[in-house]
């Protein structure tokens, strides 16, 4: 399998370990153990203090460092479990989710960690080649993604895999949002899920929620002080 890797500031995009239900859900991550699938999930954890750390090639791509050593202290397992976890996932091994580059001796490997979505995206853009050569433009099956073009540069968000960004629009929202951009990111989605909604522009959306919650908080504050004033009066 041919997983993209994580360049500059795409790295970012995940600040706290959580498992994405793709991995327990679609069949092609069913090969690997579940210990396998956290450990990746703490590898993407990873991906952020990296770029901050400025550990990026040359090629613009992202790695970790993550040793064996680290690996037996969170699982509280043997060197041969930890090894064997790392098999699961390396693109040598395993299924491909990560790329160890040997430093030579006395170094940490360089651990690159693939995008386990950007297979997804590939498999859509082979899929949209084999329908022109037919002769069929239909649009995307999937209504959520009607309006979504791969070829664009755009990569799926959410919980539901529905939300549609460039790197571009996710830079831009985080520098609005800063941590609380998974947690908008999320709610749309579901909202969007639950109640079958189609956004021209995921981004917009966002941002106009985000405006909105943050009048409403100064509001909220504005009738508390003036409450609590009133109070000391009477």
Aim: with cysteine.
């Amino acid at each position: 399998m041919n997983f993209d890797y994580f360049y500059n500031r795409q790295s970012e995009m995940y600040n706290f370990i959580r498992l994405p239900m793709v991995l327990m859900e679609d069949e092609i991550f069913e090969s690997i153990s579940i210990e396998a699938k956290v450990l990746y999930s703490y590898m993407l954890n990873r991906m952020g203090l990296s770029c901050k750390n400025g550990w990026i090639d040359e090629d613009g791509k992202v790695f970790i460092y993550y040793t064996i050593e680290s690996i037996k202290e969170q699982f509280n397992c043997a060197s041969e479990k930890a090894n064997k976890l790392i098999a699961e996932l390396d693109i040598k091994s395993g299924i491909g989710l990560i790329e160890k580059k040997r430093q030579g001796l006395g170094k940490p490997n360089r651990i690159y960690v693939k995008d386990f979505m950007s297979i997804f995206n590939n498999m859509e853009l082979k899929n949209q080649e084999v329908r022109k050569s037919e002769g069929n433009y239909n649009n995307i099956s999937n209504n959520e993604l009607r309006n979504n073009d791969f070829s664009k540069g755009q990569k799926p968000y959410g919980i539901y895999k529905n939300i549609f960004f460039t790197d571009e629009d996710y830079k831009d929202l985080t520098n609005e949002l800063g941590s609380r951009i998974n947690e908008y990111i999320d709610r749309l989605s579901s909202y969007m899920k639950a109640n079958n909604r189609v956004y021209q522009d995921h981004k917009a959306t966002i941002i106009n929620w985000y405006l909105n919650d943050q009048a409403k908080n100064i509001n909220d504050n504005a009738t508390r002080k003036m409450n609590y004033d009133i109070g000391e009066s009477l």
